[in-house]
């Protein structure tokens, strides 16, 4: 579908013209027409499966929520590629949305900084669902361990003692993650400790 989009976008920019001939008019409404419909079914494909393989890796949360991302943005750039076929002005448009990007950027920028840690932990996959991990962190209170159950936009879940714990992405991406210790590990710390509290109290 794409390259059926392409085709129309390239007709429209060469043979037709909102505003020249008739002939030009009518390639240039034909052309918008098919760019906007073989566009948005293409976006919709890519959306699904982008959907489908965040699912298998990540789960379900985290696959609709890329999904709705993509399609977001495909349905943007149709939406501003179309206005220009039909010379229709967007200065305007693109100020007013800057403005209003930045009152709502500000307004939830801590929203925000979640998702786009969502995206880095997605790319980077320091850790997946089902991973036993711990995380260092002096913002999150101390150590905290768990078992991945979730993957998220905003949050993961982690099953800590039997509960469920949400961490923001923006925290745990600031933070040290790394394998839970095995018992034996944290056994053989314990004795270490000992020693050392008792040789500091001689």
């Known amino acids: 579908m794409w390259t059926v989009a392409v085709l129309a976008l390239v007709a429209c920019g060469s043979l037709g013209a909102i505003h020249g001939s008739p002939d030009q008019r009518l390639i240039a409404a034909l052309g918008g027409l098919t760019f906007v419909i073989t566009a948005v079914i293409a976006?919709?494909?890519?959306?699904?499966?982008?959907?489908?393989?965040?699912?298998?890796?990540?789960?379900?949360?985290h696959a609709g929520a890329l999904r709705w991302l993509v399609t977001l943005f495909g349905y943007l750039i149709v939406l501003v590629t179309t206005l220009s076929i039909f010379d229709v002005p967007i200065r305007n448009l693109l100020l007013g949305g800057a403005i209003t990007g930045v009152i709502a950027g500000i307004a939830a920028q801590q929203s925000l900084g979640n998702i786009f840690a969502g995206v880095v932990l997605l790319l980077a996959r320091p850790f997946r669902v089902g991973d036993a991990i711990q995380i260092r962190s002096g913002s999150l209170g101390g150590p905290i361990e768990g078992t991945v159950a979730g993957i998220g936009m905003t949050y993961v879940t982690l099953i800590t003692e039997g509960r469920p714990v949400s961490v923001p992405n923006a925290s745990l991406l600031a933070a040290a993650v790394g394998p839970r210790p095995r018992p034996q590990q944290a056994q053989n710390r314990e004795p270490s400790a000992t020693l050392a509290s008792s040789t500091m109290d001689r």
């Open 43 to 61: 976006v919709r494909a890519i959306a699904g499966q982008a959907s489908i393989v965040t699912g298998r890796r990540l789960g379900p949360s």
